[in-house]
């Protein structure tokens, strides 16, 4: 026994003590992705302004760790700063790194939509992959995206965009949006931003578990149209504190697309400041004077313990669909606070639903 574990702490040293290629410039990575030791270390990088960091074509069974602080130039343009692709790999972060897009060289409260142009952040294309134990901080806008991704595992990433708070300075600082995907689970991971927390435009078997989400827009399925399909999508023991909405279907006016088989479980809401639980058919706007469009089948629904509190001035539950898009739901809801009582339509027949309470 004793001589068994000696060899076994041996063998560990000897394999903690593999050289990782270390990356402290952008010159010495692409001979680290093409390198036998498959464990390439991104440490204290500083990427040159206007070049997206290039971590695309890794080797299957390659381990890519952020370590140190990793930065980048200033310049305007759209990005993104980072691009992550490959089949079969570990992205991780070593305790204490940070992937600083120090944002606040763009902010001007104007986000995507004017000012300086910014940058997106992460981009993620991965198969059969995992990503785990991020720190990824101020994000000039959208700051970690996985398209075309099957198989993924997103689990204790940290999405900060805190310092954007101030004087709402930061805008469409999006957190994770999850596209074209498959079977794909963001879990036990943190956002601070302000825009969608988590977002689903398009995708089959995605799941959004165990997240906390503070000072955006909530949790989001859409916003849904172009023939996008949003199938077996679930949303489980998830908080969403101090936000703009809590959780949110969205469907644009007039545009062909589907949504079914989603669950909403075990959410718990806060300080919600528009709607606990919006469900709509008449992006891009949300207001009940324009009327919402049935091209968006939303069918197989389950909100389940969804609970908390909204502000004053918001509304509870609105859902605002027209006849005959919203089919076979099942409902429980207790979300409170709201002064604002909107009528509600669309709900299935049959059906109790909080609406205008
Ligand atoms: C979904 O992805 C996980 C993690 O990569 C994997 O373990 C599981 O087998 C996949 N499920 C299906 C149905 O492919
Ligand atoms: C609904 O939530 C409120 C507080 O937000 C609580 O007082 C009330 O008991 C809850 N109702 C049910 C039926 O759980």
Known sequence: ???????????SLMMSATS??????????AAAKKGSDKFISIKNLHVPAGVTLDLEN???????????????????????????????????????????????RWWDGKGGAGGKVKPKFMRLKLDDSVVQDLHVKNAPVQMFTANNCKNLVITNVNLDNEDAHKNRIGRNTDGFGVGDSKNVTVQNSRVYN?????CCGSGVDIKFINNICIGGNGISIGSMGSNRVVEKLT???????????????????????SVSDVTFDDIEIKDIQHNGIIIH???????????PTAQCPI????????????????SNVWIWLANGAASNWKWNSNVTGGGKKLACKGIPAGLKVPCGK
């Open 281 to 291: 058919g008449n992006y891009p706007t949300w207001h009940p004077t324009d009327e």
């Open 194 to 198: 302000q825009d969608d927390c988590f």
């Open 20 to 29: 990782a290629v270390d990356v402290h410039n952008i010159q010495e990575l």
């Open 235 to 257: 949303v489980r023991k998830c908080k969403v504190i101090s936000s703009f909405n809590g959780i949110r279907i969205k469907a644009r006016k007039g545009e062909k697309s």
């Open 1 to 11: 026994m004793g001589s068994n574990y000696a060899l076994f702490v041996c063998i």
């Open 299 to 314: 069918k197989n629904l389950v909100v389940n313990n969804v609970r908390g509190t909204v502000q004053k001035g918001g």
């Open 58 to 104: 890794l080797q299957p069974d390659t381990v890519l760790e952020f370590a140190g602080r990793v930065t980048f130039g200033f310049k305007e343009w759209t990005g993104p700063l980072v691009r992550i692709a490959g089949k079969k790999v570990t992205i991780k972060g070593k305790p204490g790194h940070v992937i600083d897009g120090e944002g606040a």
